[in-house]
């Protein structure tokens, strides 16, 4: 059987409209996975067509071989025209650059495409291609052929893959049944607030908090939380009183705090002394940092306090968000993406996926450059491949702590585990948090040996981060953005070529 796409193809006048709509039409793709066959109906049409949406694929013609500022401006005007009208239906839409074989062939352009058909993406949020009109390269077409019916018709899960996603489930539902049978006892009140008591010290201002790391008790616990950070003479946190520890306030750490506590029972100090604008003080916690004690601990006791935190991260996966970055406001920052300047805010998961596949993208061609220009081209090989990314199902935004190691978890002296440091929490893919805990190159393997268990997650990101992890300060900026980011106007005035 043979399944019709029909395809519809606008663009200027010369702009290779015609001569691709030739080599589509009647054209018959056989699609691998399934054996499937579809022939593609191709015929032009314009954007004023008020039949527009009745094809199953439309394709926005941008004439690579023109000037590349009209080149920018013209997918502009495309991306605006989508989002303004056809928002909802942009999955129809890829916007191809033909003629991309007449194009000098030492430009970037023609060396990395991937780069520029990510950056086309990231702004515009339409699937994006280039093909060849004078050697009429298949490999382009066919490329461009199996995003279209993919699309049109999505692959059934194979046997295999129900059998497999099956299994994960069960797995999972195990390991969450094992996890709360061994897991240590959480007081029912534990995020329960409770008002300050009289003993508290009275702390105006920042400068009278500060003030209060000068006294003995303060400089003694300092001087030993720093003996566990690996050569430093200082650590972040000071004991101001007997009951509470300061340090400096990170932009969101004390409303995600607040958050936490209020939306699930994991145990999170309580922050104390709110009019305060760039101290952030809490509950001190009498016990030990996970990572003073961890070896210490019988490999049973290693495996509660690791069905401990498998709850923990089941109760923060448990609240979503349509919108990626922090809690409050959406923004990108943190160690594990660039902590001196901001991304975002993204609209949704896909705007966030399309960032990170021209970020670590960019980052994959520099390293290439920079091997083509010390070792010759000999050594450096082809330009790089665009880089695999997580499934579209693997996207869902969870809410995450961003940053999960030893040093960030207390053992109370009652045998309670507390969680700290929430300042690089936010909603993102469940792989993240993984991410975020292999960064730990150099803790102990007893610890690393449950990082699976705890996230549980099967995707494997590490060749994507490594080129995310060094390039997250393309696109940022020093200042938050007020609006929604990328911004289409954008394109117009950004030179990248």
Not at 228 to 248: D, Y
Request: aromatic fraction near 12%; charge should be negative.
């Amino acid at each position: 059987m043979v399944i019709d796409v029909r395809v519809a193809i606008t663009g200027p006048p010369e702009s290779g409209r015609t001569t691709l709509c030739k080599r589509l039409k009647d054209r018959i793709h056989v699609r691998v996975n399934d054996g499937q066959h579809f022939c593609l109906r191709a015929h032009e049409t314009n954007l004023e067509d008020p039949s527009l949406l009745e094809s199953d694929a439309l394709l926005l013609i941008v004439d690579l071989h023109k000037d590349m500022k009209d080149v920018k401006n013209l997918v502009a005007d495309y991306g605006e025209f989508v989002k303004s009208t056809y928002w909802e239906q942009r999955k129809m839409f890829r916007i191809i650059g033909t003629k991309h074989d007449k194009l000098d062939p030492e430009s970037k352009i023609v060396k990395y495409p991937g780069f520029f058909t990510t950056w086309f993406t990231m702004y515009t949020s339409l699937s994006c291609h280039f093909v060849g009109t004078v050697t009429h390269d298949e490999s382009a077409i066919e490329e461009m052929c199996v995003s279209i019916v993919n699309q049109f018709r999505p692959t059934k899960p194979s046997v295999s893959s129900q059998v497999h996603k099956a299994f994960s489930q069960i797995r999972s539902w195990g390991l969450d049944m094992i996890a709360s049978i061994f897991s240590l006892p959480i007081p029912s009140n534990v995020n329960q607030d409770t008002p300050d008591s009289d003993d508290l010290p009275v702390i105006p201002d920042d400068n009278a908090a500060w003030e209060l790391i000068k006294t003995p008790e303060s400089i003694a616990f300092n001087k030993h939380q720093a003996s566990f950070t690996r050569g430093h003479n200082w650590a972040p946190t000071h004991k101001i009183a007997p009951s509470l520890v300061l340090k400096e306030l990170h932009h969101f750490e004390r409303f995600n705090n607040i958050f936490v506590r209020a939306h699930t029972n994991i145990p999170v100090p309580q922050p104390r002394y709110l009019h305060l604008k760039e101290s952030l003080v809490t509950d001190f916690i009498p016990g030990k940092m996970l990572l003073e004690c961890w070896d210490s601990f019988s490999l049973f006791y290693q495996f509660r306090i690791a069905c401990t935190l498998r709850k923990y991260v089941s109760q923060l996966r448990r609240i979503t968000s349509d919108r990626p970055g922090s809690i409050g406001q959406g923004l990108v920052r943190g160690q594990l993406f660039y902590p001196h300047a901001w991304n975002g805010p993204f609209r949704d998961a896909e705007q966030f996926c399309n960032w990170m596949a021209h970020t670590a993208y960019t980052e994959r061609v520099y390293q290439y450059m920079h091997l083509r220009s010390f070792k010759g081209p000999e050594a450096a090989g082809s330009p790089p491949c665009l880089l695999n990314l997580p499934p579209e199902h693997e996207w869902n935004l969870v809410l995450t702590h961003g940053d999960l190691s030893l040093s960030n978890a207390i053992l109370s002296d009652d045998g309670v585990l507390w969680i700290i440091d929430w300042a690089d929490s936010g909603f993102y893919p469940p792989w993240i948090e993984s991410q975020a805990m292999e960064r730990y190159t150099w803790a102990p393997e007893s610890w690393r040996r449950w990082f699976s268990f705890i996230v549980d997650t099967s995707v494997d990101t590490t060749k994507l981060w490594s080129h995310m992890e060094c390039a997250g300060g393309i696109c940022s900026t020093c200042f938050p953005r007020e609006d929604y980011w990328p911004n289409t106007e954008e394109i117009r005035r950004i030179t990248v070529w």
